[in-house]
C-alpha cells in the first residue's frame, strides 16, 4: 500500500511514472519487484556526498550495514540510527544517502 493524497492505496491504483508496471503481475518470472525506501533526508544532486571507500554495491537492492559509510553518513546529513527505526517491521529499512543524492 501507498499513501496518494492521504488515501492508501495498492501501487498498481496509484499514479505511477512506469504505466506498465503492473503489465505482467500474474507473471513471477517477469513481474516488477519493489522495495519500499523511507526517505529520511534528501539533497539536491550538486550536494550529493561522496568519499573512496565507502560501500558500493551494484544489486537492486541490499541491506545496508558498512558502520564506516554509516556513520559518515549520518554525521553529514544530520540524522541518527534512531531515525531509521521510525518505520514498521513490515517496510524495508533503508539507511539514509545509500541512494544516489538527490532520487526521488
Not at 8 to 26: C, V
Not at 62 to 71: S, V
Request: proline share 8%; hydrophobic share 35%.
Amino acid at each position: 500500500m501507498v499513501d496518494v493524497d492521504g488515501v492508501k492505496k495498492p501501487i498498481l491504483e496509484a499514479p505511477l511514472k512506469t504505466e506498465s508496471m503492473g503489465a505482467n503481475a500474474d507473471n513471477p518470472e517477469l513481474s516488477e519487484y519493489l522495495v519500499r525506501i523511507e526517505w529520511l533526508k534528501t539533497v539536491p544532486v550538486e550536494e550529493a556526498y561522496r568519499e573512496t571507500g565507502f560501500f558500493g554495491n551494484q544489486n537492486t537492492a541490499c541491506r545496508f550495514r558498512h558502520r564506516p559509510t554509516l556513520e559518515k553518513l549520518y554525521q553529514r546529513f544530520d540524522v541518527s540510527e534512531d531515525d531509521e527505526q521510525t518505520m514498521t517491521d513490515d517496510e524495508t529499512i533503508a539507511s539514509p544517502g545509500v541512494m544516489p543524492a538527490g532520487s526521488p
